[in-house]
């Protein structure tokens, strides 16, 4: 007769405990979830990316920049999307091991939704309080982020920072399909916590986590893959219905600050 080890029973113990308390305070961290080894080469490729100057263009749909703190030019910041033409990266986002525990928070399948790579270099702004829910007609609301850490994240150079306990309250702002800030008032600063990761280390949260980030104030990069997906039952594949979708919005926007050319590539 097969018998279950000690250690198997050990880690499903401890799942299950973390499943049950990111079904309370609407995040999880799976520490050292990726090795050194498998981290350093998407740091690698990451290095790499920042050399395709084929790529980063202001006019590219995949690039995103942001203002700098000290009020000097803007600073390349993201490749969204970056798996496809990134394959660590790539493999990182169908690993068994996000997946897995994914299912296990959703009781279902899950499918890779988005995929970012953010840099966020020494001097970028970071981003206002506010849920990663859109309101759009596609979008999922079992819709997660996955942050996979490849440098380490800490307070001095703007790691994100999640509100517990509001995600069953749903969305706290107007769902008219656009982003909005969260007031200060919108949260209880008693429940914030700072998601401070080491390399390999993996936070997820759910899309009506209210979330924030500082500035980069150090002078170390914060390289994070952020990964997102939605339960199969949700929607099913809706990757590039997304995509498209996204695109299309991001033209007109482009479009309203004069870039009428913007494509993607």
């Known amino acids: 007769m097969h018998r279950v080890s000690e250690a198997t029973i050990c880690r499903e113990r401890v799942m299950a405990e973390k499943i049950a308390a990111y079904h309370d305070t609407g995040y999880l961290i799976l520490p050292r979830l990726f090795t050194g080894d498998e981290i350093g080469a998407v740091a690698a490729e990451a290095e790499a990316l920042l050399a395709r100057r084929d790529l980063i263009d ?3 749909l ?13 600073l390349f910041e993201t490749f969204d999307p970056v798996i496809d033409i990134a394959p660590c990266c790539a493999r990182v986002a169908a ?5 897995d525990a994914l299912g296990s928070l959703y009781g279902d399948e899950a499918c890779l939704f988005k995929d970012k790579l953010i840099f966020k270099p020494p001097g970028a702004k970071g ?17 997660v982020t996955v942050l996979v850490a490849i440098d380490g994240a800490d307070r001095r150079n703007g790691c994100t920072e999640v509100f517990a306990g509001y995600h069953p309250q749903g969305c706290l702002s107007a769902e008219d399909g656009q982003y909005h800030e969260l007031p200060a008032d919108a949260v209880d600063e008693t429940r914030a916590t700072p998601l401070e990761l080491s390399p390999g280390d993996v936070a ?14 150090s002078n170390r990069w914060r390289r994070q893959l952020y990964l997102s997906y939605n339960a199969r039952g949700d929607g099913g594949d809706l990757r590039a219905t997304h995509y498209r979708e996204f695109h299309d919005w991001l033209r007109v926007k482009y479009a309203d ?6 494509r993607f590539w």
């Open 58 to 60: 202001t006019q590219n």
């Open 62 to 74: 995949r690039c995103r920049w942001q203002p700098s703190e000290s009020g000097g030019p803007c």
């Open 95 to 99: 690993d068994r091991r996000i997946l």
């Open 127 to 143: 981003y206002g309080l506010h849920q990663d829910y859109i309101a759009w007609k596609n979008f999922p609301r079992s819709f």
């Open 204 to 217: 997820v949260f759910g899309c009506f986590t209210p979330h924030r980030s500082a500035p980069n104030r």
């Open 257 to 262: 600050h004069g870039k009428a050319n913007a």
